[in-house]
């Protein structure tokens, strides 16, 4: 009996948690980091807020889970269009444009992900993460050298620039001042944008005038 | 008799000012904002650390200002570069060479204005100052198009491609992790990784092989 009590209440802990997070998760994407304070957190999680620090030591460790479940998601993404077939430039310019598409059509997230001052906690998640990208670019500019798609070059130092190229490329776009804050399912005026984003990276990588 | 006393006291504070900020910056140039405690920057400036909440508001108040004075000092190296003689090609590789250079030969504080994860309140400025180079690129990129040095592109974009590209492709090479923290004034080794950057985002901004 003893044993099925510990049980249910680990299973009920299990459950708060999940819904903290998702409610945490949901204030982000509605208005970054700035907007998610423990008050509403807890509200919109039904947990009083000492609740919350019992799950997490403070806002800011909280902060950097829903960082780190968020931006795996992306890092996924981009792993999966690297994923295609065809040859390496086929393969970078598609996991770009992926980056930016879904930044733009989710620029609430992608600015609290890419730009928003965060607490150090939180941007050192961040900087974890910018490594984990340019690891998978730098695999595929490999590889490209290697199939001789893409000319001889470092292709560590070339994968560190397109992270950083395109994620400053869309710091202006994404910002809460550009976009109004909210999130623009249906706007595809992006295209220029993107295009001229991927020209440069892909100019960079390959030498080649597009 | 009385206005004398008074402009005496002006005077002494703004010393005092003007002490803690060489100190503070002092310190961050040694180890970053982490390493910068108000008791060590106290005793450096030989005044009460109470002295020092006097002048600013918080911490973050006087890391936020020692962000401004090193990041203008760069900025204005890099309007520098961008002022010698040539075409837009001419000028915009010099000035990334001049950015990158500047960088290495003084690590620690490159690294703290470039990726330290700091207080939200100091990323504002970060964030402000990637705007004040970006705008320096993107003069010279119309100038470059417009006397037909650089190919037709969207000079806007390009320019935050080159800020992020050139800031994050030295994040890791100025890393504590790979500096050991300590400026190397006489390391040549550099060429090779300048070289890179510099490649990536000339090919980037001409689509020409180099």
Chains 1, 2 share one sequence.
Request: proline share 3%; charged share 30%.
């Amino acid at each position: 009996m003893a044993y099925r009590e510990t049980e249910k209440m680990r299973n009920r802990k299990a459950e708060a948690r999940k819904r903290i997070i998702e409610c945490t998760y949901e204030c982000v994407a509605g208005g970054g980091f700035r907007s998610a304070q423990i008050t509403r957190i807890a509200a919109c999680a039904g947990v009083a807020t000492g609740t919350i620090y019992r799950h997490f030591e403070s806002k800011e460790d909280l902060f950097a889970e829903i960082f780190r479940i968020a931006t795996q998601r992306e890092v996924d993404k981009v792993a999966e269009a690297l994923a295609i077939e065809g040859n390496a430039v086929a393969r970078l310019e598609a996991a770009l444009r992926q980056f930016a598409e879904r930044a733009l059509r989710g620029p609430v997230m992608a600015w609290s992900l890419i730009a928003e001052p965060v607490d150090p906690k939180v941007e050192e998640e961040r900087l974890k993460f910018r490594r984990a990208y340019a690891e998978l670019f730098e695999q595929a500019i490999k590889e490209g050298i290697g199939e001789d798609s893409l000319p001889d070059q470092n292709a560590r130092q070339s994968s560190t620039c397109l992270v950083g190229a395109i994620a400053e490329s869309l710091v202006g776009p994404l910002s809460p001042a550009q976009t109004g804050g909210a999130d623009q399912a249906d706007n595809n005026d992006h295209d220029p944008l993107v295009d001229s984003i991927i020209c440069f990276c892909m100019q960079g990588l390959t030498g080649a005038r597009r």
